[in-house]
């Protein structure tokens, strides 16, 4: 079945853009969930405006990061905390930690979009990569030492 996105969907595609799934995926899941119109001739002639809508969403929210990440790179998170002889932390500086200090400063971030693959275990000093668009990354500046 020939269908024509109106939201971005995970390993499919992109908004406005118009792709071939199966009728069931289409039928069961992407209709109910409003995430796509079937592609009939009317609604291929509304796919220039559906395109014109997400361009417009896109700068959006392309600005909106852009805006964010200006805040975020002049900001340094410095932490004291109890460490071993060999510099290990007791505990350790987790996505919680980041996006608890982000939002101490104004700035709303989602934890799932901070680049901390592991937990910060150790004292030393840190830059994290926070991902704000797919376009738009920032670096904050994390530093731990003994506390």
Same mark, same amino acid.
């Given at each position: 079945?020939?269908?024509? @996105?109106?939201?971005?969907?995970?390993?499919? /595609?992109?908004?406005?853009?118009?792709?071939?799934?199966?009728?069931?995926?289409?039928?069961?899941? @992407? @209709?109910?969930?409003?995430?796509?119109?079937?592609?009939?001739?009317?609604?291929?002639?509304?796919?220039?405006?559906?395109?014109?809508?997400?361009?417009?969403?896109?700068?959006?929210?392309?600005?909106?990061?852009?805006?964010?990440?200006?805040?975020?790179?002049?900001?340094?998170?410095?932490?004291?905390?109890?460490?071993?002889?060999?510099?290990?932390?007791? /505990?350790?500086?987790?996505?919680?930690?980041?996006?608890?200090?982000?939002?101490?400063?104004?700035?709303?971030?989602e934890k799932r979009r901070i680049? @901390?693959?592991?937990?910060?275990?150790?004292?030393?000093?840190?830059?994290?990569?926070?991902?704000?668009?797919?376009?738009?990354?920032?670096?904050?500046?994390? /530093?731990?030492?003994? /506390?």
């Amino acid at each position: 079945m020939k269908v024509i @996105l109106l939201d971005d969907v995970p390993k499919l /595609g992109r908004r406005g853009e118009v792709r071939e799934v199966a009728d069931g995926y289409a039928r069961n899941y @992407l @209709l109910p969930q409003r995430l796509v119109l079937p592609a009939s001739a009317a609604n291929l002639k509304q796919l220039g405006a559906i395109k014109q809508q997400q361009e417009v969403h896109s700068q959006r929210a392309k600005a909106a990061a852009e805006s964010q990440a200006r805040q975020i790179e002049p900001l340094t998170f410095s932490l004291a905390r109890q460490a071993s002889e060999e510099g290990r932390l007791f /505990g350790s500086v987790g996505v919680s930690d980041v996006a608890a200090f982000l939002a101490q400063h104004g700035v709303r971030v989602e934890k799932r979009r901070i680049g @901390l693959d592991e937990p910060i275990k150790a004292l030393g000093d840190y830059t994290i990569a926070i991902r704000l668009h797919p376009e738009v990354t920032a670096q904050l500046k994390v /530093g731990v030492s003994r /506390g």
